[in-house]
Each structure stands twice: as structure tokens, then as C-alpha cells.
């Protein structure tokens, strides 16, 4: 027995790993663990890999490209801030898919090199080219757009459907003319000029899906090209044959297919809807009238010290965090002022919108930095009831979520998006830096409640001159 | 089909199914290392990058394939770095879920 036979003993050993790691991920108390688990079936499958014959003749530059991906990973990924996480995800998402479409582009050479193309390999080659191609540069406007490279807002112009719908349509075709070809024995153009049209193709496509979707849907999108970088993974698999990238490929094709189901629930919209739906645009000139100023109704302004006073008095205090905290770098501060409200005997609590900061989860992972105990953080079912007993409910960059427009108004865009009850408190605190409207584009009416005030300033400034003036009067 | 490709279908189906069962009960709190966790996991690719990394003689061949392998690694190492990083956040507290 030589060592190459054992290579798929160590594959099958990868795949399971995989399958326990993402076990692991499922609960708090095995997650660390889990993710060590599948790092270490990842390198004995790579290690595995080296011994491979096809592999032999390439040595110096898979060693090199290791160096060179292994370095830019570890960096990016260490000195990455906790609050740019979301389009951290996007870019090596990206990065897979690419590389995805790489092997197929590869692949297909070696197959046209070999003498000819067969149906089953070509169309498998296909789909991890397309695939893989829509997900590379889709994450890369997904990273653009949350980076804010590219405007977060929806990107949308007149006829954007049939150019869309252009470009899948001559994706399609030019892949049936390949697949025809693939059958007859022979291909009517070059082949390899095919394909690089087509390579074209699906990354204008990936642009095309990803821009006319506004910045509150990036969650949504992440996860979909997540999940689809998976699917291409798993026809590469195909394609060589590999059973291991079959297995990983299709584990993440269907995890990512749940998240992605999960997120659009907790925004009560269907994924058609997000992908091809009018949200983010700019609202129609009527419901923006509506919202703002035209009934009398003014926005309340309040100091620091007001807000410490009104604090101070409460008995049951819930924050609602959001993206401005993150973004400010707010939460140990946010942390100091719990820590004194408590010592007051003040009850603090957390409400979490499931979608709050950017990624379903984000928010705990912010507060948890900040050593806030988990048994204070509450999904948005439960703390929705507690609203009305709450003395103050304090808004810290958040905004959309907490809009009532999502109840009350069936011509918002974010309509019958679940939010949590803020208007319900007695009290409504927002710290905002400004009445820019959110990452929806869209007014809140929160703002205009006559029980709401509003203390402008820096999530991170704001909190802490209210803690000073809290301890100023204790 | 040839024999080989018929067990590969049936891999593939199979997993869709292990992967619907072993991730369809996760907390939401652990929604992001979960995505980010899978995310490094089809960096799985980097076989595939490697196995075909000298297939096209040529300079362009190897630019291809050397990109290929520099993708995939980034996605493995980033992933799971960036994974580690989130979860080390939790590590600490105690584990009691918010229920």
C-alpha cells in the first residue's frame, strides 16, 4: 500500500470533521472547539493532498500560493475590527468562489487538452464556473457596499430587469451551445473563447444581483453567497471527480440555504422578494411626505444630563443596540452605564432584533466583547411583551428595527418587518448622530413621538458623558 | 452515467441532507460564527486548486493555478481565523442560553 491510497482514508477523515465541526458550531459550549475540529480535517486533507500525483508537477507554486493566501488571510483576518466582520465574511467568500471558478476554468482546459468534452464533466465544469463566478464578484460589491465603497443604497435605472435578465439569458445560451457541442463531439467556436465569455457573463451577472440591493439586505445576500460558493465547490468536486469537495461543498450549500432562509424570516420577506423586490429604492414622493414634519409633530432634543436624570429614576432600563454602537465602538462604554444603573438597583436589559448590526448573531458577538453576561441579552419575542413596563427604552444606533412605520404603514418599504415595540416604553431615549435616515433609507417615526427624545451626539461620546453625569449625582 | 458519477450524485445527495439535520438547531447568537464557520469550510476548494494547479503547461496555466491555490488559502486561513476570533468572545461567559 502506498501512501497514495490512503489519500481518500484522510479525505473521508476531513469530511467528517467537517460534519462535526459544524455540529459544534451549533452550541455555545462546543462552537471553539468545532471550528478546530473542521481547521484540522482542513489541513490533514491539504497535507493529504501534496501526496497526490496530479499534484507533483506543481509543487513550487502550490507552495508559494499557500504563502501567499495563508499570510493575506491571517492578517486579514486578524487585524480586522469586530465591527467590519460582515464584509470580512463577504471578501473570503469571495475569495473561495474565485478560486472555485479558477479550477474550472482550469479544468475545462485539461478537458479540451485531453481531446473532448463529455456532457456530465462539462456541465458540472459549468456550473462551478458560473457559480463560482456570481459569487466572487457579487461578494465583492457585497464588500463594497458595506465597506461603503460603493453606496450602500439600492443601485437601480430604468430597464434594470431586462439587462439583468439579458445577461442570464445569454449566460444560459452560451452554456447550451457548449453543452451541445459536448454531445455532438465537436464545438462550432473555439471552446476556450466560450468559456471565457461566459467567465465574463457571470461576473457581470454577480454585479447585476448585488447592486440594486440596499445595504439592510447584505446579511441576506452573504448568506446566499455563502451558500452559493458552496454549491460551487461541490460541482468542482464533481468535476474532479473529488469526493471530499462534494461533501464540504454541499455541507455549506445547505447550511447557508437555511441562514439564508432564517434571515429573510426575521425580516417577515421571502427571498424573492429581497433579491428582486423594490426595497432600498428610494421611497415613492408620497410616503416620504408622510413621514416627516407635515402633521405638527416636532423632534424633542434632550442634554446629557436630562438623560442621566431620567435614567437615574427609571426601575427597568431595556438598551436597544444597533450598528451606530458597533460603528462608535460604544459597547464597553454601554457596559459602564449598566454596570451603574444596576448599582442603583435599576434593571438593565438588551433587546437584540434579530437582524441588528449587520448579521444575524453580529450583536451578540459586539456585546459579549464587552463582557455583557448573556442571560441579559433577549431576542426580540421576548422583550416585545416587556416594553410597555419599561421606564425607559434606550435607542443606541439603531434605527430601522425600532421604525413602528413596519407596523402601521402599509406603504413603508420595510412593511410587516418584525421590530421591536420601542414605542411602547414609557420613555423613549435615542442616541443618534444625526436624523440621517438608516441603512433602509428610509424616516423613523419613532423620532417624531412626543415620549421620544432625542440626544444627538457620538454613540460612544453621548453614552459616556451620561455616565458622567450619573456618577456626578450619585 | 458511468458508475463513478452515480456514487458521486449519491454523495452529493446525502450530504444535502447532513447538512439540513446537523445545523438546523443552531441559537441564533451563534448565527455569524456559524456563517463564517461554513464560510471557511468550503475553502475546502484548495484541494481542488492544488489537484489542478500544474494541469495547463505555460505561463498562463501557472498564473491560473498559483491564483487559484492564493483564493483558496486565503479562504481557509481567513475563515477560520476569523471564526476563532468571534467565538473567543463567548469563551468566557457562562453558557447558559437566553431562554
Redo the contacts between chains.
Keep these: 500500500m502506498t501512501v497514495a491510497t490512503l489519500i481518500p482514508v484522510a479525505y473521508l477523515i476531513?469530511a467528517v470533521t467537517?460534519?462535526l465541526?459544524?455540529?459544534g458550531?451549533?452550541?455555545?459550549?462546543t462552537?471553539?472547539l468545532?471550528?478546530?475540529i473542521?481547521?484540522t480535517g482542513?489541513l490533514v486533507?491539504?497535507i493529504a493532498?501534496?501526496f497526490?500525483a496530479?499534484?507533483?508537477?506543481?509543487i513550487p507554486?502550490?507552495l508559494?500560493?499557500?504563502a501567499?493566501?495563508?499570510i493575506?488571510?491571517?492578517v486579514?483576518?486578524?487585524v480586522?475590527k469586530?465591527t467590519a466582520?460582515?464584509q470580512?465574511?463577504a471578501?473570503?467568500?469571495g475569495?473561495?468562489g474565485?478560486?472555485?471558478a479558477?479550477?474550472a476554468?482550469?479544468?475545462f482546459?485539461?478537458q479540451i487538452?485531453a481531446g473532448a468534452l463529455e456532457f456530465?464533466a462539462t456541465l458540472a465544469t459549468l456550473l462551478a464556473l458560473i457559480i463560482g463566478g456570481v459569487s466572487f464578484s457579487g461578494s465583492a460589491v457585497a464588500f463594497g457596499k458595506l465597506q461603503g465603497i460603493i453606496t450602500p443604497k439600492a443601485f437601480r435605472y430604468s430597464g434594470q430587469q431586462l439587462v439583468t435578465g439579458g445577461i442570464a439569458a445569454a449566460t444560459a445560451l452560451l452554456s447550451l451551445v457548449l453543452l451541445a457541442g459536448a454531445v455532438a463531439g465537436s464545438v462550432p467556436v473555439e471552446p476556450m473563447l466560450l468559456i471565457a465569455v461566459i467567465t465574463l457573463l457571470a461576473l457581470a451577472f454577480g454585479v447585476a444581483l448585488v447592486m440594486p440591493i440596499g445595504g439592510a439586505d447584505m446579511p441576506v445576500v452573504?448568506?446566499l453567497l455563502?451558500a452559493y460558493?458552496?454549491l460551487?465547490?461541490?460541482m468542482?468536486?464533481?468535476t474532479?471527480?473529488?469526493?471530499?469537495?462534494?461533501?464540504?461543498?454541499?455541507?455549506?450549500?445547505?447550511?447557508?440555504t437555511?441562514?439564508t432562509r432564517?434571515?429573510s424570516k426575521a425580516m417577515n420577506r421571502s427571498l424573492g422578494n429581497v433579491l428582486f423586490g423594490a426595497f432600498g429604492a428610494a421611497p415613492a414622493g408620497g410616503g416620504a411626505a408622510a413621514t416627516a414634519g407635515d402633521d405638527g409633530r416636532s423632534i424633542r432634543s434632550i442634554s446629557a444630563e436630562d438623560a442621566a436624570i431620567l435614567l437615574g429614576y427609571a426601575q427597568n432600563v431595556i438598551v436597544v443596540p444597533g450598528y451606530g454602537l458597533a460603528v462608535a465602538q460604544a459597547q464597553h462604554n454601554v457596559r459602564e452605564l449598566a454596570d451603574l444603573l444596576e448599582s442603583k438597583g435599576i434593571t438593565v436589559r438588551y433587546a437584540i432584533h434579530?437582524v441588528a448590526g449587520r448579521?444575524?448573531?453580529?450583536m451578540?458577538?459586539l456585546l459579549?466583547?464587552a463582557?455583557i453576561?448573556?442571560?441579559k441579552?433577549?431576542?426580540m419575542e421576548?422583550i416585545n411583551p416587556e416594553f410597555p413596563r419599561a421606564d425607559v427604552a434606550l435607542v443606541i444606533g439603531a434605527n430601522d428595527v425600532t421604525n413602528p412605520a413596519a407596523r402601521s404603514n402599509p406603504g413603508s418599504p420595510i412593511y410587516g418587518m418584525p421590530i421591536l415595540d420601542v414605542d411602547k416604553a414609557q420613555n423613549i431615549i435615542v442616541i443618534k448622530r444625526s436624523m440621517k435616515p438608516g441603512f433602509a433609507g428610509i424616516d423613523n417615526d419613532l423620532y417624531l413621538d412626543p415620549k421620544t427624545a432625542m440626544l444627538f451626539g457620538d454613540a460612544k461620546e453621548a453614552v459616556g458623558k451620561v455616565v458622567q453625569e450619573l456618577k456626578r449625582a450619585a | 452515467m458511468s458508475n463513478e458519477s452515480i456514487v458521486a450524485v449519491y454523495v452529493f445527495v446525502l450530504a444535502v441532507f447532513v447538512g439540513f439535520e446537523v445545523i438546523s438547531k443552531v441559537p441564533s447568537t451563534l448565527h455569524t460564527p456559524l456563517m463564517s464557520g461554513a464560510n471557511a469550510i468550503h475553502g475546502i476548494v484548495i484541494v481542488g486548486a492544488m489537484l489542478v494547479a500544474s494541469a495547463i503547461p505555460g505561463p498562463i496555466g501557472t498564473v491560473l493555478g498559483f491564483l487559484a491555490v492564493v483564493l483558496g488559502t486565503a479562504n481557509v486561513v481567513g475563515g477560520f481565523v476569523v471564526t476563532d476570533r468571534m467565538l473567543a468572545m463567548f469563551k468566557q461567559r457562562p453558557t447558559r442560553k437566553p431562554q
Excluded: C, W
Design positions: 476531513a467537517f460534519i465541526g459544524l455540529k458550531l451549533s452550541s455555545p459550549t462552537a471553539v468545532g471550528n478546530r473542521a481547521a482542513m486533507a491539504v493532498t501534496f497526490a496530479d499534484v507533483q508537477g506543481g507554486v502550490i508559494a500560493g499557500i501567499v493566501g495563508g493575506a488571510g491571517f486579514g483576518a486578524r480586522v469586530m466582520m460582515p470580512m465574511v471578501l473570503f467568500n475569495a473561495g474565485g478560486a472555485a479558477l479550477v476554468i482550469l479544468e482546459s485539461r487538452d456530465g452573504i448568506s455563502n460558493t458552496g460551487a465547490v461541490a468542482a468536486g464533481f474532479l471527480n473529488n469526493q471530499l469537495l462534494i461533501v464540504a461543498g454541499t455541507l455549506v450549500g445547505a447550511s447557508g437555511i441562514l432564517l434571515m434579530p448579521m444575524p448573531g453580529h451578540n458577538v459579549a466583547e463582557n453576561p448573556y442571560d441579552l433577549f431576542d421576548q
